[in-house]
């Protein structure tokens, strides 16, 4: 029978201990563990029957329960210290309060998806992982931010096997009512709503749930409202689910009804409006667009308001591939924009913002990418690696330019640190080296650790592992149609004195899930090497869409299924944040092996590290520019590395077959050895004899445990990711964004007229003739050289532009490298428009020289050379 109404009816708590509501209801407690702990204490079955949710075992705690709560004076005097504590961490002020007034007051973050909790289930993988560590560590450095996504009503999929180990996917339905979610209402108590309209005279609505993640409020859409039809409902389902129009009408609502839901939030709750947007990937890119709408409606033009939108805007990309963009044919978003969206807003100008007309791209594509980068004058990858790749990939953008102009730049990813580190590793910091040591730049004393305690440490960590491995094993195999009776092997499934090997992600064709079933006889000899064996723990979801991916599941579930293996290597199905939190701290090592270069970052080895797990990884992503040679190891590729794109030089069998090897190589002669204490020459504190003793400690495995907490913990923590975005991105933007508003945005009125006259000028711009004065015939290092533009710049004036010698090393192929560059000044205005420049070089370095000479638009309006695309080389 099924009911016609649900609703969730909430716990009245005693008044002494009203705060837990509070302290239930603020997703701080994700990441603060004596909150954690204290709701874990009030009762452990029910903490543990609802999964560690709050809110949850609030809900199923008994009336009597609660009555013996309240009347633990013990108990109520820690809730009130808890709630206290909470208090001054909301309220104090931190790192970004020690700014001043040229920080930015509010800074909006837009993200399709944020992994901030198990109990929230909005992620599917590292970009919500990524964006909820944004929003945690913005908490706690007080950075103002408010985050911007939408609600799906399942999420992303729960995981589970068939029985022949093929992925299956189901979706519950989550209540909104009975999560950390509290709905945003009008002052008459109705919900508040925004509203966008769609074709053939349809609305979609959508209400504002609020999630509270410490200091930072999040607002999810959700369009699962009454007044919309079945479809509009519908829009809000699932995360990454349904075909093109469907993911569209998700975009829009997110970047578009997300701007309008922050100015409900303004409205009802008094904050201040952003002045930065952060567009976290392409697919909350119409936010510009909304915006822009905004500014038309009080009478600016296109170019006006499309000026001042850009000026407070970052668009940050996640992916190294043109495939892993959002496109939509251009006609479908004309269609949904003819419906009103932006009535104000010229659909063409729109239309004309994600179009790919530049070499390879397709002209009837809309690309979402590309709208991101010219609606924002800002643009970052996630590690340097990838910023290097995005230039490359997005170069077409910026004709006439090298790659390395190309105004992207990077700030690499970081996680974190109270989040993914273990309470075992704090306690054991709090313990050796006092309070001070636990937080994430305090790394450098791990050295004072003794080998002792922190080998103590990792074991302890590695059972607890294992023991949640073993009962996630058996709970997999009831599931895939097994009795219990068939399933006491379980109950020896690993061995907490075994190195342990993880690898969890989400599973694309090109991380290389199975890379390491190259040659199966040799990855069993590594697991039961009578001495030295290894034990791997894989975990991770493909998408319901991607065959290949759940191939790859499949295959290597099927060998983890064999009798002679199976205790040593696992695959559990469902891989969340939850099952991670045991993931990361237990593994000794972290294996990545993706095709170089197509990932991006990837912090999932960052969460190995800050527990002191070692990385084994391919030079790709963060771990390309981090790793030093004593905080783990690389896999050697299998193609040389030049510049940022892999020359190719094998097929991709070859290559996987080459890489394997070498992987397998690597545990076999140096990883397993080291961990299992035999000295290898070379290693970090390498001294002594090949063997150490039995009973002894693996010294230089311990060492290079140390090494990683202490060097890599600091560069891997998102609070100096979010350091890096609030100096180098923020703060800037927010500059740009002021100077643009000022004196009701004349300078902005003033910049827009300015390109606008460039654009149309630029066509008459060229560079006539170079000369260069003074150099011998035989020049030497030290010796100047006097340049000499002639420069034709039509209708603009020299006050418009900047003239500069490009001079370096050159190749065989007249190609600079190396090369710097000297602005040139007017020596003489030969009239017509004509204008001689000069000046003057120093050659500093022997061997092939050259030099050229180019004009570019000049402002102090544009963050860069290049941000408009357009040049004239000589």
Request: hydrophobic letters at 40%; one cysteine or more.
């Amino acid at each position: 029978m099924k009911a016609i109404r649900r609703f969730t009816v909430r716990t009245v708590l005693p008044e002494t201990i009203a705060p837990l509501a509070r302290l239930a209801g603020n997703l701080r407690w994700s990441w603060h563990e004596p909150t954690r702990q204290l709701f874990q204490d009030l009762d452990p079955e029910i903490w543990d029957a609802s999964g560690h949710d709050p809110i949850r075992a609030l809900g199923s705690v008994s009336r009597q329960t609660l009555e013996r709560i309240s009347s633990d004076t013990a108990l109520v005097e820690r809730i009130r210290e808890l709630d206290e504590n909470l208090e001054h961490y909301l309220t104090a002020p931190r790192w970004y309060q020690s700014l001043g007034e040229d920080a930015p007051r509010l800074i909006a973050y837009f993200s399709p998806e944020y992994g901030i909790s198990a109990v929230l289930p909005q992620y599917s993988g590292g970009l919500g992982i990524l964006a909820g560590d944004h929003l945690k560590s913005a908490s706690d450095l007080g950075v103002p931010l408010v985050g911007v996504g939408l609600l799906y009503q399942a999420g992303y999929f729960k995981q589970s096997l068939s029985r022949d180990g093929w992925q299956q996917e189901t979706y519950p339905v989550l209540d909104p009512n009975g999560l950390p979610l509290t709905l945003l209402r009008e002052e008459d108590g109705t919900p508040a709503r925004i509203s966008l309209p769609l074709p053939n005279g349809r609305h979609l609505m959508a209400q504002i749930w609020r999630a509270d993640v410490g200091r930072v409020p999040l607002l999810l859409l959700d369009a699962d409202v009454r007044g919309n039809d079945d479809a509009a409902r519908g829009i809000t389902d699932r995360l990454y689910g349904g075909g093109g129009d469907h993911r569209l009408q998700q975009e829009l609502l997110l970047g578009m009804g997300g701007v309008k839901a922050l100015r409900v939030f303004e409205r009802l709750t008094g904050a201040p409006a952003p002045e930065v947007f952060h567009t976290n990937e392409g697919h909350a890119g119409f936010l510009g667009v909304e915006r822009i709408r905004e500014l038309m409606d009080t009478g600016m033009n296109w170019e006006e308001a499309l000026t001042t939108a850009r000026a407070s805007t970052i668009f940050t990309t996640h992916t190294p591939v043109p495939a892993g963009i959002d496109r939509f044919d251009a006609s479908v978003v004309r269609h949904f924009l003819s419906a009103g969206l932006a009535q104000s807003v010229p659909t063409n100008k729109v239309i004309a913002l994600g179009t790919e007309d530049y070499e390879g791209g397709d002209p009837n594509m809309f690309n979402m990418a590309v709208m991101g980068l010219r609606l924002a004058q800002r643009a970052n990858g996630v590690a340097k690696l990838h910023g290097q790749v995005s230039r490359e990939m997005f170069s077409g953008l910026w004709p006439g330019f090298d790659v390395s102009e190309v105004p992207i730049t990077s700030v690499t990813n970081g996680v974190h640190v109270p989040t993914w580190v273990d309470p075992e590793v704090t306690a054991l910091a709090k313990q050796q080296l006092g309070d001070a040591a636990v937080h994430d730049r305090e790394w450098s004393r791990a050295y004072e650790v003794t080998d002792e305690a922190l080998w103590d440490l990792r074991r302890r960590m590695r059972s607890n592992l294992i023991a949640d491995v073993r009962h996630r094993v058996r709970a997999a195999w009831l599931k895939r149609g097994a009795s219990d009776a068939q399933l006491g092997w379980t109950d020896d499934v690993l061995d907490p004195d075994i190195l342990t090997i993880g690898f969890a992600r989400r599973v694309p064709t090109y991380k290389r899930l199975t890379l390491m079933l190259r040659d199966p006889a040799r990855l069993k000899a590594l697991l039961l090497h009578p001495t030295r064996p290894v034990q791997v723990i894989v975990a991770g979801k493909s998408h319901p869409a991607d065959e290949m991916g759940k191939r790859m599941i499949q295959d290597l579930v099927q060998f983890t299924d064999d009798p002679e293996v199976r205790h040593r290597i696992v695959f559990l199905p469902n891989y969340d944040i939850a099952m991670a939190r045991t993931l990361f701290p237990g593994c000794d090592v972290w294996l990545n092996n993706p095709i170089r270069p197509l990932e991006a970052s990837g912090t999932s080895g960052m969460k190995s590290a800050i527990n002191g797990g070692l990385n084994v990884s391919i030079m790709d992503g963060w771990w390309d520019e981090m790793y030093d040679g004593a905080n783990g190891w690389a896999i050697p590729s299998a193609n040389p590395r030049e510049g940022t794109q892999t020359r190719e030089v094998h097929t991709a069998d070859q290559r996987d077959d080459i890489e394997a090897a070498a992987l397998y190589d690597l545990l076999e002669n140096t990883v397993t050895p080291l961990f299992y204490g035999a000295e290898l020459p070379g290693a970090a504190g390498a001294a002594g004899p090949s063997e150490a003793p039995a009973d002894s400690l693996p010294r230089q495995w311990l060492e290079m445990v140390k090494h990683t907490l202490a060097e890599l913990g600091p560069e891997v923590s998102a609070s100096r990711m979010l350091r890096d975005y609030v100096n180098r991105l923020y703060m800037p933007a927010c500059q740009s964004g002021r100077a643009a508003a000022a004196n009701q945005y004349q300078a902005a009125r003033e910049l827009a007229a300015w390109i606008q006259k460039v654009r149309d000028g630029w066509a008459g711009v060229s560079v006539e003739h170079v000369d260069s004065i003074g150099i011998s015939d035989a020049p030497q290092i030290g010796d100047s050289l006097n340049i000499q533009a002639y420069v034709n710049l039509g209708s603009l004036k020299p006050s418009d532009v900047v003239v500069e010698v490009a001079y370096g090393k050159v190749s065989e192929t007249d190609r600079l490298s190396d090369y710097q560059f000297q602005d040139l000044s007017v020596s003489e205005d030969l009239s017509s428009g004509r204008y001689l420049y000069a000046g003057s070089i120093r050659i500093e370095q022997a061997g092939p020289f050259g030099y050229t000479a180019r004009v570019l638009p000049d402002h102090p309006g544009l963050a860069s050379k290049a941000e408009l695309g357009l040049v004239v080389n000589a």
